[in-house]
């Protein structure tokens, strides 16, 4: 069954067991013993040794991503999108530039980009 209106919590023995470490480390975040194994564990099922990179939400792996890729200027988008992918490349000093969508397909319409 699952619970739509009660939280459903896994065994708290089991679940203080888990995170034991991290009281005793008193580190449990930036580049901590959980995210360095989700990393590695991650980089191991994909065949990408140190390749990979979490991050705190979707914004900040834009943001890396527009940067990595050292795009610059502007980029065509919609505003009919999330606020983040604006706001990632607006904080990563590229300039927005929108485009309507097709109403079939919700897709950017080439025929509103404008040259």
């Known amino acids: 069954m699952i619970q739509v209106t009660r939280t ?3 065994d708290f023995d089991l679940y203080v067991s888990r995170i034991r470490h991290l009281w005793d480390s008193k ?3 930036n580049n901590g013993d ?3 194994k989700l990393e590695k564990e991650i980089e191991t099922h994909l065949g990408v040794n140190g390749k990979v990179v979490a991050t705190t939400n979707g914004t900040i792996a834009l943001q ?3 940067m990595s890729a050292g795009i610059k200027g502007e980029v065509i988008t919609t505003p ?7 706001n990632a490349l607006i904080w990563a000093g590229i300039t927005p530039v929108f485009a309507d969508i097709r109403p079939d397909t919700y897709c950017i319409d080439s025929a509103s980009v404008v040259q």
């Open 8 to 10: 459903d919590l896994p």
């Open 27 to 29: 580190w449990i975040s």
């Open 34 to 36: 959980f995210l360095q």
């Open 64 to 66: 890396i991503a527009l």
């Open 80 to 86: 009919f999108t999330f606020a983040a992918t604006v």
